[in-house]
């Protein structure tokens, strides 16, 4: 198996988008404790990635997920999830009662780690692909919604109303169990979309 990892050069173009986002998204916030929370992930990420590299790159598509991610995740930092002005539209436009732009985000956060464990799994040899790739990336994805949910459930417990853009329910008793279905929806659709490209990137023959 030989990977085409991303160039230095998409490393830095998209190191500069990512940079040029968060520097948008940090001026004048609607929150600034929301913005922290929301946005926290992204630099965790970034130095993850810079403390791979002289060992492991990701693929081109797996890197330029990671970015809209970190885009997704900033802009609903920047504005709260529930206040994304397009989605405010769109909620009007079709008569709906909520702003479902952290559906988007959390469809992202099923979508994004799918590919990026699929990665990581084949490269490491730790499973061959089929079924049992399935299944399992689509389990590690299904444990990162849940852990991100018991982040929201800490935040909750221990900032009060401080957190509640944050948790962005926006009224919805079942805000839990949506996020994380959505995030499942998007682990499928990734696997089967995308599955067959990232294959012929990762250098997998069927």
Same mark, same amino acid.
């Given at each position: 198996?030989?990977?085409?990892?991303?160039?230095?050069?998409?490393?830095? *173009? $998209?190191?500069?988008?990512?940079?040029?986002?968060? *520097?948008?998204?940090?001026?004048?916030?609607?929150?600034?404790?929301?913005?922290?929370?929301?946005?926290?992930? =992204?630099?965790?990420? $970034?130095?993850?990635? +810079?403390?791979?590299?002289?060992?492991?790159?990701? !693929?081109?598509?797996?890197?330029?997920?990671?970015?809209?991610?970190?885009?997704?995740?900033?802009? #609903? #930092?920047?504005? !709260?999830?529930?206040h994304v002005p397009l989605f405010d539209w769109i909620r009007d436009a079709i008569g709906g009662t909520r702003n479902d732009y952290d559906r988007l985000g959390h469809?992202?956060?099923?979508?994004?780690? *799918?590919?990026?464990?699929?990665?990581?799994?084949?490269?490491?040899?730790?499973?061959?692909?089929?079924?049992? $790739?399935?299944?399992?990336?689509?389990? =590690?994805?299904?444990?990162?919604?849940?852990?991100?949910? $018991? =982040?929201?459930?800490? +935040?909750?417990?221990?900032?009060?109303? *401080? +957190?509640?853009?944050?948790? #962005? !329910?926006? #009224?919805?008793?079942?805000?839990?169990?949506?996020?994380?279905f959505t995030a499942l929806c998007g682990a499928l659709i990734a696997q089967v979309s995308l599955g067959r490209a990232h294959d012929r990137l990762l250098g997998v023959?069927?």
């Open positions: 198996m030989t990977p085409r990892v991303a160039s230095p050069a998409l490393h830095a *173009a $998209l190191l500069a988008f990512v940079a040029a986002v968060m *520097a948008w998204s940090a001026i004048h916030p609607r929150d600034y404790f929301t913005w922290v929370l929301e946005v926290a992930p =992204v630099p965790i990420a $970034l130095a993850a990635i +810079a403390v791979a590299w002289p060992r492991w790159r990701f !693929t081109s598509l797996v890197l330029v997920l990671i970015a809209i991610h970190a885009a997704i995740l900033m802009v #609903g #930092g920047k504005y !709260t999830y529930a469809f992202a956060q099923g979508f994004v780690p *799918a590919l990026a464990a699929r990665e990581i799994l084949l490269r490491r040899r730790v499973v061959r692909p089929g079924p049992w $790739l399935f299944f399992l990336v689509t389990c =590690v994805c299904l444990a990162v919604s849940a852990a991100y949910e $018991l =982040v929201e459930w800490a +935040a909750a417990m221990t900032s009060g109303e *401080a +957190a509640d853009a944050f948790l #962005g !329910t926006q #009224g919805d008793s079942w805000d839990t169990q949506w996020d994380m023959h069927p």
